[in-house]
């Protein structure tokens, strides 16, 4: 059993269309997060949902939309993709809101063309 | 909010050799530091952390230490092996986790 699955893993796409991420985890944790990860392998939180409330809102365009229909999903859903949104998306789940490891999917590799 | 810093940004040792990995954090309230390895097309996974009680942490072949006071600490890898190869983060957390820039180490056997 996968602990964080996400899908699809590999997106390619046209600017200017709208795309969403799907994110689940079977850990029983409260929190979930998205990371960006560009192509310098650098981790940048997006958001951070604990029990389906936003706890966590960076500096992140409010094309980027995230749902949490409950605590065990967190999909991503980005409009108007735009050349510099190309990144490896991070889906991730922990324990609870206090410090504590990370458990991350797999990944989804974006590509905007 | 949370700075954290990650020296060096690659590493290269020879196998057999050891590898260390420093991070620098800006927050006193942080007291939680994990480390992630990611290896090429790979999530990351965690592979050791510390808490702010504890001063070392050994893992078989890893250990991390900690200075609260300097607020910094390290990622030691002994006898290292070409399967040890990846991207190494460290985070510091006091709530969510902050990460360092990230480490590429190359083990050349």
């Known amino acids: 059993d996968t602990a964080v699955s996400q899908t699809p893993k590999y997106l390619v796409t046209q600017m200017g269309n709208d795309k969403s991420i799907k994110c689940e985890q079977n850990?029983?944790?409260?929190?979930m997060y998205w990371y960006k990860q560009d192509s310098k392998k650098f981790l940048k939180i997006m958001f951070s949902?604990?029990?389906?409330?936003?706890?966590i809102n960076e500096t992140v365009p409010n094309r980027f939309s995230p749902k949490s229909p409950d605590k065990a999903h967190l999909n991503l859903h980005i409009n108007s993709l735009e050349l510099g949104d190309s990144a490896v998306y991070f889906c991730a789940s922990s324990q609870d809101v206090g410090p504590g490891g990370y458990t991350f999917g797999s990944g989804t590799r974006l590509t905007v063309v | 909010g949370e700075n954290v810093e990650q020296h060096p940004s690659t590493l290269s040792v020879q196998e057999g050799d050891s590898a260390v990995i420093k991070c620098t954090y800006s927050?006193?309230?942080?007291?939680?530091f994990p480390w992630y390895k990611q290896e090429l097309g790979k999530r990351p996974q965690l592979i050791i952390d510390?808490?702010?009680?504890?001063g070392e942490k050994k893992d078989q072949r890893i250990a991390v230490t900690l200075n609260k006071t300097a607020k910094h600490f390290s990622l030691h890898i002994t006898e290292t092996q070409p399967e040890d190869s990846a991207v190494y983060f460290c985070?510091?957390?006091?709530?969510?986790?902050?990460f360092g820039d990230g480490t590429t180490l190359t083990v050349k056997p």
């Open positions: 927050d006193s309230a942080s007291n939680y």
């Open positions: 850990l029983g944790h409260d929190t």
């Open positions: 949902y604990n029990n389906k409330e936003l706890i």
């Open positions: 510390i808490r702010s009680n504890v």
């Open positions: 985070a510091a957390s006091a709530g969510k986790s902050t």
